[in-house]
């Protein structure tokens, strides 16, 4: 009922920084809790940032704490992650994730987008 599309990924040099969005579409969120979460080429995906869709309440995973913002727009239907001070071990794939229960913040997301590439050259 839910379609993620993320944009916003590309090629950066560490130190830079770069913002991704997904825009959601389909049934009107209540109680949502949006997320992104990162795969690198041989890794498991990993949950990134996460954000309540009514409060607004924010979670990180600690290695992007105080370089990676995630913010939503409640009347656009938006989530950004706002990227800083990237690094080469930030490159894999960037997915935009929505979950409709209550539970863990970083786990049993139910709707995905297609992802996006974000590499960082050192």
């Known amino acids: 009922q839910v379609q993620l599309v993320e944009s916003g990924g590309g090629l950066v040099q560490a130190g830079d920084s770069l913002r991704l969005s997904c825009a959601a579409s389909g049934r009107t969120f209540s109680s949502y809790v949006m997320g992104w979460f990162r795969q690198a080429p041989g890794k498991e995906r990993e949950f990134v940032a996460a954000i309540t869709w009514s409060g607004g309440s924010t979670f990180y995973v600690d290695s992007v704490k105080g370089r990676f913002t995630i913010s939503r727009d409640k009347a656009k239907n938006t989530v950004d992650l706002q990227m800083s001070s990237l690094k080469p071990w930030d490159t894999a794939v960037y997915y935009c994730?929505?979950?409709?229960?209550?539970?863990?913040?970083?786990?049993?997301?139910?709707?995905w987008g297609q992802g996006t590439q974000v590499t960082v050259s050192s």
């Open positions: 994730a929505a979950k409709e229960r209550a539970g863990y913040y970083n786990r049993d997301y139910d709707y």
